[in-house]
C-alpha cells in the first residue's frame, strides 16, 4: 500500500495547493497557516484528554499524532513542516518525520512549542491562520478567516485518489472488526465483550477510532448512539447492532451492520428488506443527485417495506406525509464522510458559502448538496423500535393504521441499520464498504 501512497501523494499535495492559491487569493492572505493543535487539559487536573489533530493539519500530510507542529504554506513554495519533537521523559517522543512524504516539505524540527514561533512568518497579518483557541501561541492566533475556510471546505467534499485510497484502508479495517464483532455476538459475548473483539481485530484503541463505538444488543438497538457497553450479556440474545469505524492516516471508516440470533426469523426478515433497499439507496448514489431528494425517496422505500411486513396498513405517500415514517426512521440517510466521519461542508451552497435547508420535516439529514463525482458519502436506513416516538405517534390520527401488536413484538429488538460508504463516480458507484468486506 506504501507504494500506492507513494505514487498518488503529489497529485494529492498540488491539489490542495491550487485549492489553497484560489482561496488565499480571494481572502487577500498571502499564507496558510495551520497548527495541529495542542492537547487540551481536563478541568480540575493535570491529565490531557486524548489529543485529536486539526483536520486541516492533516489534509497535507499523514500526522495524526504530532502536537505542537504546524504547517506553512505560501503559493510558489515548498510548504513547511515545523515539527515538535520535544526533550521529554514522561512521555513517548514522537520520532522524526520519516516516509513517502517528506521529500515534498522543508522540515524544521524545535524542541519546545515557543521555538515554533520563529519559524513562522514574521507578518502574521497576512496569514490566514486556521486552528480553534487552543492552538494559539503566544500573539499567534487562529483568524478562520470564513472566505478561505468557506473555499477549502467546499471543495475538502471531492476526495483526491490519494484519499480515497487511505479510505479503502480505513474500510478494510472496519470490517476485519465487524466480522470479529459478528463472531464475539454468535459466541454469547456481552456488549463490551462484542467491542474488545472489535478494538483488537482493527488493531486500534478506542482514541484512535473515527467515533465512539455502538454496540448494542436486543433494545439497546433502539439508541442511536447506544455507547454503554454492558459488561454482562443479556439472558437471551435476540439481535445486535453494532456502529464502528476504523481510521487510516486520520481518515475514517463509518459502518453499521444489524444482526438477527438464529431463532429470530422475523427480524431477520425486516433486516433482509432494509438490506436491499439500502442497496438500493446506495445505486443511486450518481454525479448529479440531489442527496435530499435521495433521502425523501429513501423514506418512501422504507414505508413500503414497513408496510409489506405488516405494521403499517397506509400507503407509502401517506405514511410519509403524515409523519408515521419519520417515527420508524427518524435520523438522515447519511451524510458526508472523509477526514472527519461527519464530514464539512454538508450544507453548504457553493465554494463562496451559502446554505441549503434541510427539507421541511427532516430536521437531521446532514447534507443537502448535490452529489458529484468524488464525494463520498454514507448511506445508513434504518427502522427502529423507539418507546418515546412510538408512544408520541401512538396519540396521532393515524395510530388507527398501525398493527401494534405487532410494532409491540418487535421492540425486543430494538432497531436495523445497515450503513456504507460509498464514492460517487461518472459512472457506477464504488461500495467501499462492501468492497472490503468481499475481499475478507
Not at 486524548?50 to 513554495?77: C, E, Q, R
Not at 492566533?141 to 467546499?154: A, E
Not at 481485530?201 to 454496540?215: F, H, K
Not at 463520498?376 to 393515524?398: C, Q, R, S, W
Request: with cysteine; net charge negative.
Amino acid at each position: 500500500m506504501t507504494d500506492t501512497l507513494a505514487a498518488l501523494y503529489p497529485q494529492h499535495l498540488a491539489t490542495l495547493r491550487e485549492r489553497t492559491d484560489t482561496a488565499l487569493a480571494r481572502g487577500g492572505f498571502d499564507t496558510l497557516v495551520v497548527p495541529a493543535g495542542r492537547p487540551i487539559t481536563k478541568f480540575l487536573d493535570d491529565q490531557d484528554y486524548p489529543f485529536i489533530v486539526n483536520p486541516h493539519f492533516k489534509h497535507w500530510l499523514p500526522l495524526t499524532d504530532a502536537p505542537g507542529s504546524w504547517l506553512v504554506y505560501t503559493p510558489g513554495n515548498k510548504p513547511k513542516l515545523i515539527f515538535l519533537q520535544p526533550r521529554d521523559y514522561w512521555h513517548v517522543v514522537p520520532e522524526a518525520p520519516s516516509g513517502y512524504w517528506v521529500d515534498h516539505f522543508d522540515i524544521v524540527i524545535v524542541r519546545k512549542p515557543a521555538d515554533a514561533i520563529a519559524e513562522l512568518p514574521a507578518a502574521t497579518a497576512r496569514c490566514a491562520i486556521i486552528g480553534d483557541d487552543h492552538c494559539s501561541l503566544q500573539d499567534v492566533r487562529p483568524n478562520n478567516p470564513q472566505v478561505v475556510i468557506d473555499h477549502l471546505h467546499y471543495h475538502r467534499a471531492y476526495k483526491t485518489p490519494y484519499e480515497l485510497e487511505l479510505m479503502r484502508e480505513a474500510s478494510r479495517r472496519g470490517t476485519r472488526g465487524h466480522r470479529a464483532a459478528e463472531q464475539a455476538f454468535r459466541a454469547g459475548e456481552s456488549e463490551f465483550g462484542i467491542h474488545m473483539a472489535y478494538l483488537k481485530a482493527v488493531g486500534q484503541i478506542d482514541a484512535e477510532l473515527p467515533y465512539a463505538s455502538i454496540v448494542g444488543l436486543n433494545e439497546h438497538g433502539a439508541v442511536l448512539h447506544y455507547t454503554n457497553f454492558d459488561r454482562s450479556a443479556p439472558a437471551a440474545l435476540r439481535s445486535f447492532l453494532i456502529d464502528a469505524g476504523a481510521s487510516a492516516s486520520g481518515y475514517a471508516s463509518d459502518i453499521t451492520r444489524t444482526y438477527a440470533s438464529a431463532d429470530a426469523g422475523e427480524f431477520q426478515a425486516l433486516i433482509d428488506s432494509v438490506d436491499a433497499a439500502e442497496r438500493g439507496f446506495v445505486a443511486k448514489v450518481r454525479h448529479g443527485q440531489s442527496y435530499p431528494d435521495l433521502h425523501v425517496h429513501a423514506h418512501h422505500v422504507l414505508a413500503g417495506v414497513l408496510r409489506e411486513h405488516g405494521f403499517i396498513r397506509m400507503s407509502p405517500e401517506s405514511a410519509v406525509e403524515s409523519g408515521v415514517s419519520a417515527a420508524f426512521f427518524p435520523h438522515g440517510l447519511g451524510h458526508g464522510i472523509g477526514m472527519q466521519v461527519h464530514d464539512v461542508a454538508g450544507f453548504q451552497a457553493s465554494e463562496t458559502g451559502g446554505t441549503i435547508a434541510r427539507p421541511e420535516g427532516h430536521p437531521y439529514l446532514r447534507l443537502t448538496r448535490e452529489l458529484g463525482a468524488g464525494m463520498v458519502v454514507t448511506i445508513e436506513p434504518g427502522i427502529y423500535f423507539i418507546d418515546m416516538l412510538l408512544a408520541e405517534l401512538k396519540n396521532k390520527p393515524v395510530a388507527s393504521d398501525i398493527d401494534w401488536a405487532k410494532v409491540d413484538r418487535f421492540r425486543q429488538y430494538g432497531g436495523i441499520r445497515i450503513e456504507d460508504d460509498v464514492v460517487c463516480t461518472t459512472g457506477e458507484p464504488e461500495n467501499l464498504t462492501r468492497d472490503a468486506f468481499a475481499a475478507l
